[in-house]
């Protein structure tokens, strides 16, 4: 289920194994919290956290007893872990019999980040699966926009978008934003030029502004947006490096023949996402696009091996793009 389904869920009583697993750190973070507000009692005596990448082997077996034990003038013990990815061969040792014939007592949180592969623990038996990864735009904005309403500040959907955009969707970014802009107006309406003003607009966002104004040729917009990202970070290679990776993901876009939700999880990006993409591969066209590629790595190789110095590159690689 998604994480905004949770809530609805755990009305209906407690699941046995909880997985909370997604990018958005403030999913997993909330999630928890809902699980332990809702069914912890005397947390000093009824809940254990475990580190899951210091839980190998054997020492699995300490995880399954104190999922085990049951809990003390409470209805529920809670057992947490985080970051925790085991093997198949684990699996089946160690946590295949405990879901098989798991304790009513006890409920047992997995928070993971989905950093790394392990056995499909969202398919295992007992398994509740919540979905934390990153919301959609809307869903994001509209949670801004919710969030400052009740806290008695009125502002625009569309500034409400460009709040999420600034954060790249990341839950975990907008609401300290959001928290930031209800301290700084108190109430009232806030204005987008406020919004610009305060909301911090990191590398990624600004990269993706970059590649945004070259795709529509806007070079002016390029150019400033170029010496904002060369300013703060100093590096004209991660601008090369960056538009190369766009360009290339512009291409694997255009000449894929699978379906999108295959090419999206293979780019590790939303399906909205690669459809808007491959509208702007298009506009740019494959043959265009190749050529692109191939110059972008030529720039990035050379500055490499000290042929071209990083801004003699980065001009090079602007020109093939607006003037080629």
Do not use: H
């Amino acid at each position: 289920m998604k994480y905004t389904e949770l809530k609805n869920s755990i009305t209906s009583g407690a699941a046995a194994v909880y997985l909370l697993e997604g990018d958005d750190a403030y999913f997993r973070m909330k999630g928890e919290e809902q699980i332990k507000a809702a069914f912890l009692q005397m947390p000093e005596l009824n809940y254990t956290s475990f580190d899951g990448e210091a839980l190998k082997g054997v020492g699995l077996s300490a995880l399954v007893a104190a999922v085990r034990n049951y809990p003390f003038m409470a209805e529920k013990r809670i057992v947490r872990v985080s970051e925790f990815y085991p093997a198949d061969a684990e699996y089946e040792k160690y946590l295949k019999p405990l879901f098989d014939d798991f304790p009513p007592t006890s409920i047992f949180i997995i928070v993971n980040s989905g950093a790394k592969k392990g056995c499909d623990l969202k398919r295992r038996r007992a398994v509740t699966y919540i979905d934390c990864n990153r919301a959609e735009p809307d869903t994001v904005a509209k949670w801004a926009y919710i969030t400052l309403k009740r806290a008695g500040v009125t502002v625009s959907t569309a500034s409400c978008e460009a709040i999420a955009a600034y954060c790249l969707n990341d839950m975990a970014r907008v609401s300290v934003e959001v928290e930031k802009l209800i301290d700084y107006k108190g109430g009232g309406e806030l204005t987008r030029g406020e919004i610009d003003e305060l909301v911090f607009k990191d590398a990624d966002y600004k990269l993706y502004e970059l590649t945004n104004a070259a795709a529509v040729k806007n070079y002016t917009r390029f150019c400033a947006v170029a010496d904002e990202l060369v300013t703060k970070s100093g590096d004209e290679t991660y601008l090369l490096s960056g538009l190369y990776n766009y360009f290339k993901n512009l291409l694997i876009i255009l000449e894929w023949d699978g379906s999108p939700a295959e090419l999206a999880a293979t780019l590790k990006m939303k399906e909205y996402g690669v459809k808007k993409s491959r509208e702007q591969a298009e506009n740019v066209g494959g043959e265009k696009l190749k050529a692109l590629v191939e110059r972008a790595y030529k720039c990035v190789s050379d500055v490499k091996c000290g042929k071209m110095t990083p801004q003699s590159a980065l001009q090079c690689f602007e020109n093939v793009i607006f003037f080629s």
